[in-house]
């Protein structure tokens, strides 16, 4: 049976440049806001989850940007 890869795993594959790039093109602030603080995120784990927070990302952009 052949495994598809789920949306997560496709943004893991992706380098940091073209995760900035797939929000840039959505429209997506890579921005983090805390209880006390805002600040931009930075590490790859914290745009990962920022973009699979906003919904706006398919399988379909994801392919675009590779």
């Known amino acids: 049976m052949i495994k598809v890869p789920t ?23 890579l921005v983090i806001e805390r209880l006390f603080s805002v600040y931009n995120a930075t590490t790859k784990e914290d745009i990962i989850e920022i973009l699979l927070d906003s919904g706006k990302v398919t399988k379909k952009k994801i392919e675009a940007v590779r």
Not at 18 to 29: G, T
Request: glycine residues 0%; without cysteine; proline residues 0%.
């Open 7 to 29: 949306i997560a795993e496709l943004l893991w594959d992706l380098k940091v440049v073209q995760l900035r790039q797939l929000a840039r093109n959505n429209r997506i602030k």
